[in-house]
């Protein structure tokens, strides 16, 4: 390794931009911490031996000037050339958080991209709109639940899915523990289900889709995903956090496959939990499944059995829809407990163009009141 | 979904069993939270709600009764049958600590498994004794390096890794950074990187291993690690956190593969740095690891660029090594700005039994010295 070793490339000079939280006692501290980050995510190195000075100028990240955020904080824009991620979302993850996922006091809050192309990344597949086309659901929040428990059997599953799609659920997604288990093979409950929806849509005449979970192991989440659609199902439901986000990318590049995708925050979801470490709850919930390609993105909306705030739901909700880089505007998906009593005030926080998830609560039945009654009542309140 | 649906197959009875640590105001309130993680895990569905008597006796965790931790801190073990995670360590892993990642105050510490077979996993596939073999490095700490840093030409990283065999390290990996950017593209940087540490090898009469970086877009890990093999290559490298786990446990299960595997905690290492949520750090960096098949996990050791304690450092070595279900032990890698100067505290806190990684430092020549001489000072200090 020599100074005299030039870059063999000439780099485009585009860069992509994060957004970070970093505490810091004072002006130039936070200036040294910037600059720390910006070799940490790159060289890996200490500036000292950098080994040349195009490296130094072309791949070190570059930050702005800190701005401080009050209490100890400070907000810096670090701008890293594209070629660093080697046009990977794996990659492009790296560069943004992998190492300095491991240091206190960072925190990823946003991102800039001149163009999701210029990592290869070209979002979701169907977006908003995409999916109330699909459904025929123009105006009102889409509404979604999930066939559970987990130890029914596919046909005890495929009946529960009849009788929510008859009474008008938009979207029913496996529960995130239905996988491969004994009680409810892949391979036997999918085609049931996928059929029982499809019997309920020549009764109703609408269009709700089954979305089974393909979270599973590597080796089998493709399959597993071409298996569901030739079944029938409308959408798929993974959970990134145990697969990989590439792995939801890849599913949502797949042409072949064609399908919507709600993507689960289980295991990932406590990097968003503590404010000065890990990823603003915006950009794990919101960008971050908007750029691999989801449709929908299931967070958990304040109040429910989970704990994010009033700001994080709304920053979630930006994530999803704001504008960012051409790529689709997505379905924020607020849950974690959510029952019927609060229909009205979610379809008052997020607009509606949200989608409403609710579990538990449909099979909290009143007096007198049976399992597709309690459906379109939901239906009515998001609808009112 | 009616009372009278039964289980459609007997479980096994046999259970794997969760340690958490949770936050509650006192026992009545520590005893409702743990039996709150036991539905939130498994049914996910209010007690009162489910279906029937089968499932609430077979499906739903059972919860040891909770021991105060001191400070406000309960620990409690939670026993769920085997069959919830299907043979697979996506639905495991979600079964441990999917839905409750989401909520503060439960931690996962630590699990006990029966059998690693019983959710289908074979472990590491080298291990501490497998990697010794294939080093015929008996004793010593094993010494590791990364090739580095990103920007440089194939044939600059080549020519480096080549000093850094000639000079004694056992195993040089590709900066976790090394993706496939345009500067040292995979297919062209690991043949060449692979054939230059053959040829150092043929001068010392050593087995230096070269394993490179195989974190990359889900659909095409497994060919990329096949590639590496076919060029020489005597190792991968991994971001399971990037890939998700499930890959690295695929790479190591891989009969016509079989390289040993070492662990980078890129973007999910952050799960473990919260005291109150996440997963503790001998759970993350050490068990998760070893029954994913890594048979080396690299993780901050105390004082570097990280944030671990020393507490939290041993934690990792125990859970690397210590007895669990007949798994074999792996190597602890601390790593993180780890100096020289640092090896024989290194050396002394983990004992010989660790993979000692240090990138930069290597670098720092002293006046007169040259990288292949600095390398047989790392060599002899640890050996020393």
């Known amino acids: 390794m020599s100074s005299d070793d030039p870059l063999p490339l000439a780099l485009s000079g585009e860069r992509f931009t994060a957004h970070y939280r970093i505490r810091a006692d004072n002006t130039p501290a936070a200036r040294a911490r910037a600059h720390e980050i910006c070799l940490e995510q790159t060289v890996e ?31 810096v824009a670090i701008h890293y050339p594209i070629e660093a991620a080697g046009g990977e979302l794996t990659q492009f993850l790296n560069v943004l958080f992998g190492n300095v996922a491991l240091q ?34 123009p105006e009102r929040p889409l509404l979604c639940t999930a066939l559970k428990p987990m130890g029914l059997s596919s046909r005890a599953l495929a009946q ?45 005449g609408r269009r709700c889709l089954y979305l089974p979970n393909v979270t599973a192991p590597a080796p089998v989440v493709r399959a597993r995903a071409h298996t569901a659609r030739e079944a029938g199902a409308g959408g798929l439901l993974i959970c990134p956090g145990l697969t990989g986000f590439d792995t939801l990318r890849a599913l949502s590049a797949d042409a072949n496959l064609g399908l919507p995708i709600l993507s689960h925050p289980a295991f990932v979801g406590g990097l968003a939990l503590s404010p000065d470490t890990g990823l603003a709850p915006g950009m794990l919930y919101g960008r971050l499944n908007r750029l691999a390609g989801a449709d929908a993105a299931i967070f958990p909306h304040l109040g429910g059995r989970f704990a994010f705030s009033t700001t994080d739901c709304r920053d979630i909700a930006a994530g999803c829809a704001d504008a960012m880089a051409g790529l689709a505007p997505i379905f924020p998906v607020p849950a974690g407990g ?22 538990g609560d449909l099979h909290a039945l009143e007096p007198g009141e049976d399992l597709v009654q309690r459906c379109r009542r939901f239906v009515a309140l998001a609808a009112g």
């Open 160 to 204: 529960l899915a009849y009788r929510l799609a008859l009474g008008g659920i938009d979207l029913i997604k496996d529960d995130h523990g239905l996988a491969d288990q004994p009680f409810s093979p892949f391979h036997d409950r999918v085609p049931r289900c996928a059929q029982a929806v499809a019997r309920a849509n020549r009764e109703t």
């Open 104 to 137: 206190p006091g960072v925190r990823l809050m946003d991102i800039d991209l001149p163009d999701p192309l210029v990592v290869r990344l070209t979002g979701p597949r169907f977006g908003i709109a995409g999916l109330r086309r699909l459904l025929q659901v």
């Open 338 to 359: 959510m029952t019927l009593a609060r229909v009205r005030e979610l379809r008052d926080f997020y607009g509606r163009d949200c989608m409403l998830l609710i579990g």
């Open 45 to 75: 190195f200490p500036d000292a031996l950098i080994p040349n000075a195009a490296i130094r100028q072309q791949i070190v990240g570059t930050p702005d000037r800190p701005v401080a955020a009050g209490d100890g904080a400070w907000d």
